[in-house]
Nanobody, 123 residues
Framework: QVQLVESGGGLVQAGGSLKLSCAAS????????MGWFRQAPGKEREFVAY????????YYADSVKGRFTISRDNAKNTVFLQMNSLKPEDTAVYYC????????????????WGPGTQVTVSS
C-alpha cells in the first residue's frame, strides 16, 4: 500500500510554468507505475501522463505532449510533473496515482490516489 500527497499547485498566468510534486510513503513505491490525472469542474477525471516504475518510459496525453514532463526519483519516493506553456484549459485539480492493474491511461486502473492539488491558469 502507498499513501500519496501532491503539492506545487497554484495560480499562474497563461504561458507560465508550474512543477507539481507527489510524495509517497511506503517501501514499494519504486515498483509502481505512477500516473497524473486531472479533473476540471463538471468534467470527468482525465489522464495526463504516466511513468514506468524505472522512470524510463513516460507517456502523455495528446493535450499535454510537448508541454508537460513526468519524472520520478525513486530514492526520494517522489514523482513530478513539470508543466510548461500552461493554458487556461489546463485549469483543474491534479492528482497523482499509483497503478494497480489494467490500462495505464485509465483512472479505474489506479488503486491509490492523493487528495489533489489545484492548478489555475489565468488568461
Amino acid at each position: 500500500q502507498v499513501q500519496l500527497v501532491e503539492s506545487g499547485g497554484g495560480l499562474v498566468q497563461a504561458g507560465g510554468s508550474l512543477k507539481l510534486s507527489c510524495a509517497a510513503s511506503g517501501r514499494t513505491f519504486g515498483s509502481y507505475v505512477m500516473g497524473w490525472f486531472r479533473q476540471a469542474p463538471g468534467k470527468e477525471r482525465e489522464f495526463v501522463a504516466y511513468t514506468s516504475a524505472s522512470g524510463r518510459t513516460p507517456y502523455y496525453a495528446d493535450s499535454v505532449k510537448g508541454r508537460f514532463t513526468i519524472s520520478r526519483d525513486n530514492a526520494k519516493n517522489t514523482v513530478f510533473l513539470q508543466m510548461n506553456s500552461l493554458k487556461p484549459e489546463d485549469t483543474a485539480v491534479y492528482y497523482c496515482a499509483a497503478h494497480d492493474r489494467g490500462t495505464y491511461n485509465t483512472a479505474a486502473s489506479y488503486a491509490y490516489w492523493g487528495p489533489g492539488t489545484q492548478v489555475t491558469v489565468s488568461s
